[in-house]
């Protein structure tokens, strides 16, 4: 699904942010990204999302190169795919409604084909009673709720999550964490990023893609 | 926690929450149907409102002097190019009054004239008393005589012919076709025809400019919501028609204020020279410009150049937009 070739990430003139970076990921697998703050995390997330071109190596994703693709492919890829953000990157113009049904909206699908779909993911994640709210007025933990659904409102393929349960107390993260394993088991290749043990530890069978020394280490 | 299902009625796509402006947003919705995701109202759209009513007006205020003046000069043209002047100079020896009879007959038998009309003393009289005030005695003075020819609707007379049965008849006399002023007439029109052209490109290219300005501020203000787009599977042809949709709205409210002030402007000045007509001053304008009424034609050019001004505020701003997202990932 992901397969990354000896891939190296370079700001600028800057040294190497990642280097010699090969990994796979499997179809319906579940994997915690770690490591320490400023480890570049966030930079393989946002190179898998396309959201950066790699200085070298290959990215191939759903079996496409991705350097070969053009905007329009790109676009149709990225609807494959979930991204929850570290800071949520919500529309502030836009209601927690309108935010979670932003991919299917910009998709051209009719609000009548949707609107029984986002309701019920806007009750799952404990957002029933806010579908009119601006982000403005929500707390972090419920802005991050309704991030997530907006990931997974489009049952993506593979969902990329940066620090999805950093603004949640304990409880919500762990019911949190059953609805991405839910969700790996629907058939979706799930990886989180994060630097928090304890959610790793709550699901011991995922691979844990280790990030030092900007060189990626493995542990199935 | 299900009620909520049944109780809450999404927004998106509905028009429940629509603001003030929203017959504009309507229009646009209707021309680019889905849901605005960019945010209507801000400070840098409503400069841009007054920014493109100004350049309407301006727009407008030229395309409706252009078809003022084309009319009033198509009008001189027709009434000059059919009317000719036979001016019968004093001379020694010859008795005026016997030689513009003369010219009137030579003229009146020539073919394709229809009309001969001899201006008489107390008519020409009549002609200078502005300058040379009331109660002249032209016996006085060696002033010519005029004989007004008017020829016949779609004739073409010989006038060499007539120059020479004059000349060899009526030796002081002078047959003026008024050519000259036909040709100045036609000159004029065309320069300001011209003109016209001119500040209206220049208008158009300026605005073209500011609502370029405008969507890349607009696209720098909205970037977040441009990297949202894209990372939910957005094209850029979807995020190039929401900046459209948005300046669309704006070029449609900039125009109709803009389109609007200039009618005003037109039916003000009208009404102002209506109340000026009686005095000489006015009467002059009014005989170049007529009544000073744009027509059917005038308002006509006016709504055209109202819409295709937000239509161009759409078109140029996407474009901008088009060029800007080439450069993202």
């Known amino acids: 699904m992901v397969r990354f070739e000896n891939v190296g990430l370079r700001y600028g003139m800057g040294p190497e942010t990642l280097q010699d970076i090969t990994f796979t990921i499997e179809p319906q697998s579940f994997q915690f990204l770690t490591g320490p703050s400023g480890a570049g995390k966030t930079s393989l997330l946002r190179l898998m999302m396309m959201a950066l071109a790699p200085t070298r190596g290959f990215i191939t994703l759903f079996g496409r190169e991705t350097s070969s693709l053009t905007k329009d492919e790109i676009s149709a890829m990225r609807r494959r795919i979930g991204v929850v953000f570290q800071e949520f990157r919500l529309l502030d113009h836009l209601t927690t409604y309108e935010n979670i049904a932003l991919p299917l909206l910009v998709q051209g699908r009719e609000e009548a084909t949707y609107r029984a779909e986002v309701m019920e993911l806007l009750q799952w994640v404990g957002l029933g009673d806010h579908a009119h709210s601006f982000p403005a007025v929500m707390s972090g933990g419920e802005k991050q709720r309704a991030a997530i659904a907006r990931a997974l409102i489009v049952q993506p393929d593979l969902l990329l999550a940066d620090e999805p349960t950093g603004n949640v107390d304990p409880a919500l993260a762990r019911r949190l964490l059953r609805l991405f394993v839910e969700l790996n088991k629907s058939g979706t290749s799930i990886v989180i990023a994060t630097h928090d043990l304890g959610l790793m530890d709550q699901f011991e069978s995922a691979k844990r893609l280790v990030l030092a020394d900007s060189h990626l280490y493995i542990y199935d | ?329």
């Open chain 2, 1 to 329: 926690m299900t009620e909520g299902v049944d109780t809450h009625t999404p927004r998106v796509a509905s028009t429940e929450a629509e603001p003030a402006g929203g017959l504009f947003q309507r229009l646009a919705g209707w021309m680019f149907p889905g849901r605005n995701l960019i945010p209507a109202e801000s400070i840098a759209g409503r400069a841009l409102v007054t920014v493109i009513a100004i350049m309407t007006f301006l727009a407008a205020l030229t395309a409706g002097s252009a078809v003022l003046i084309y009319g009033a000069s198509q009008e001189w043209s027709s009434l000059v190019a059919r009317e000719m002047t036979i001016q019968i100079k004093p001379a020694l020896g010859r008795d005026l009054e016997k030689d513009t009879k003369l010219a009137v007959d030579i003229a009146r038998a020539h073919p394709g004239i229809a009309e001969v009309s001899a201006y008489s003393e107390k008519q020409s009289a009549q002609l200078l008393e502005p300058w040379l005030g009331p109660d002249l005695d032209l016996k006085e003075l060696p002033v010519p005589r005029l004989v007004v020819i008017k020829q016949g609707e779609g004739e073409t007379p010989d006038l060499a012919a007539l120059r020479q049965k004059l000349a060899k008849a009526v030796p002081n006399a002078i047959l003026d076709n008024h050519r000259l002023w036909v040709e100045r007439l036609t000159t004029m029109a065309r320069a300001l025809f011209v003109a016209a052209l001119v500040v209206l490109l220049l208008v158009l290219v300026s605005m073209v400019l500011a609502v370029s300005f405008a969507t890349r501020g607009a696209m720098a203000g909205n970037r977040e919501i441009i990297d949202v787009l894209h990372f939910v599977g957005a094209e850029d042809r979807y995020i190039a028609r929401e900046f459209q949709r948005h300046f669309l709205i704006l070029g449609l409210q900039g125009g109709l204020a803009g389109g609007l002030a200039a009618v005003f402007a037109f039916a003000i000045v009208g009404q102002l020279l209506s109340a000026w007509v009686a005095s000489p001053g006015g009467e002059q304008v009014a005989s170049l410009f007529g009544t000073f009424s744009l027509g059917w034609g005038g308002y006509l050019a006016i709504a055209v150049i109202s819409l295709a001004m937000a239509i161009l505020t759409a078109l140029a701003s996407r474009m901008a937009v088009a060029r800007r997202l080439s450069g993202l990932m």
